[in-house]
């Protein structure tokens, strides 16, 4: 029987001397106290080493895998060939599997070739000889540092500390710079405070301070080299009409000091961006073309680190920044943040008020994808990043464009906007409400009082052709009660009209009465 032995500096073969005593596997540990016992059991039939620690490294991995390599192919060919007959002890069952079906050599594995392996490995300096116990070690050592890092995707180049680190320096240098700008134009503009007025930029105000010192040095000093031709010419005017204090040479000493120190940070800033952003787009790639180096590096650092940052949801890269005011919406029941970090991205800040929150759901979307391709694939380009950040582009395109189409046919034509104008309601004081007074009914008017009048008798035309109309339908005894009916409801419309009208004058009233009188007396000589 053979035994194939795998070390971390080559493979070995043994061949089994007394397969007898493999049999009792309880006390097999026994016959492997010593070295001298174990060469009784097993001997060194060929030992071939690796030639460096790449090779190490894909022999244990096609191991760890199950797979076959080469060399080890090639060492079964030339050593265990010889002896086809015989068997071949295997410590993993399933690269016995691979060696069966390509070799077509008898594998074993059982709890005896367990311990077997145990007791070769505890005595391996004895049995390989010509290897020394400390080049051994050094061999374990490196051998299981590579493969430690091929087993966690490790590489020296993908280290987010460093990014965390600088992003962190960053932001703490920006509060430095705007704290000794800020105190040297308030400390020089003691001396020369029209200076702050003409040149805005904080950097070209500091190295005009510095070159200069003093205000009357202005007008002899050549600034082309910091300040354009029109500026220069005004802030030598304005030395020599300034309204400033007057300062000692150790006060400017101390301004020119602070000065130098502006200048340093700003350049070390702009070198310490410069590493930022060739560090993002060799770590994530692209990430940085979705969202930018900086909002990169800073959810990056919020997270702690890439690959923690890839076990997030879409959903938590969104509001990732934004905690506090989430908490708070969820505490007071309120509408939940829609952006936290990923809202100082470009694609975010271009878009309009309305399409904030959709064009981040959807950067968060793609973004997460970025961030985990990043973080776990093997493939170091940033094609993904740049074409999720196309489909973004062309979705912020397409809702920018809907917003001003026609909603009704085929909506391509665009819609009329229309000049906006601001039409606000004047409201006039009401001093009805002042008086407590009561109300006086205001007296009519007679043109009011005639057309009452002209309304009523329309009514009373239209209530006796109604009642002539039935009257022609009806017959015999009905008729007669319908005719009384209707001269009593002729006799009420007739008081009501009475009633609604206002006699004007008292022969008015005279002339009415004789009417009704007249017609009493007709009604009763018909009857």
Sequence with gaps: MLVLFETAAGYAVFKILDEKKLQEVDSLWREFETPEKANKIVKLKHFQKFQDTTEALAASTALVEGKLSKNLKKILKKIVAKDAHEQLAIADAKLGGVIKDKLNLSCIHSPMVTELMRGIRSQIEGLITGLPSREMAAMCLGLAHSLSRYKLKFSPDKVDTMIVQAISLLDDLDKELNNYIMRCREWYGWHFPELGKIVADNLTYCKCVRKVGDRKNFSTSDLSEVLPEEIEEDVKAAAEISMGTEVSEEDINNILHLCDQVIEISEYRTQLYDYLKNRMMAIAPNLTVMVGELVGARLIAHAGSLLNLAKHPASTVQ????????????????????????????????TTAKNKGKISRMLAAKTALTIRYDALGEDSSAEMGAENRLKVETRLRHLEEKGIRRISGTGKALARADKYQHRSEVKTYDPSGDSTLPAVPKKRKIEEVEEEETEVTVKAKKVKAEMKEEADVEEGGELVKKKKKKKEKKQRMEEEAASAEEPSTSTAVENTEKKKKKKKIKVEQED
Excluded: C, M, N, W
């Design 319 to 350: 509001i990732l920044g934004a905690e506090k005011a989430l908490f708070r919406a969820l505490k007071t029941k309120r509408d939940t943040p829609k952006f936290g970090l990923i809202y100082h991205a470009s694609l975010v800040g271009q």
